[in-house]
């Protein structure tokens, strides 16, 4: 039996992508159930609602939206350690190019904005704060601006630092790689939304394919390569 090839096979000493981009995903999505369709009504209001419907939320389920931020705050661990793991590995497999530092960047940027937007909204439903209408309004708009542009447009620098060393050294497949630069192209166009609030279905866009993107890339992307002789 020739054992050559495995001997000379180094791994990349890291958490297994694949799995911890599934946890930070399913995380992320088991928070939306409590304010959504499955919670029950009124659901999450958009930033087209009036201040009126804004505040009723709010006042209305307050433990909804605890339960929301809970898991949207947990979420962004697993997406940090995603984003750490996923460019040591690139630099491991020879990607000494600056796409890795955009995809750093931008991972800590959602992890940071995700973070945050989630612990705003936990602080919104205190009563005292809940019931101060223009507070409330302003708190809920500031969380709508990390959590909505400010986290499709770091996710898509994360995937486009990740797609295009990818590209250029084959790691990933070609049908991956123009999904990437499609869904990186969307998360970039909807930082237009904080002018242009129509486009606002870049932001899902960018955010709900992008986790599968990200799944998909963590178990294609590979953790070996051949040892110098």
Known sequence: MDTSKNANTIYHAGPPLGWVATVYAVVFIIGLLPVTTFGGKPYFPGPWETPGVIQAFFQTRPSSVVLCAF???????????????????????????AGTFIALFGGFMTAFNLSSSALLLWTMV???????????????????????????VPTGLLIAGITIPSAFMKLLPKWMIVVGIIIAIMGELSWFNLEFPQILPLIPLTRFPGFIWLIIAGFKLPNSKMSNP
């Open 71 to 97: 898991f949207q705050f947990g979420a962004a661990i697993p997406l940090g350690i995603f984003t750490a793991s996923i460019v040591s590995q690139l630099r491991f497999l020879g990607a000494r190019v």
């Open 126 to 152: 205190h009563p005292g704060i809940a019931s101060d209408s223009m507070l409330l309004n302003a708190l809920y708009y500031f969380s709508y601006a990390l959590g909505g542009p400010g986290f499709s």
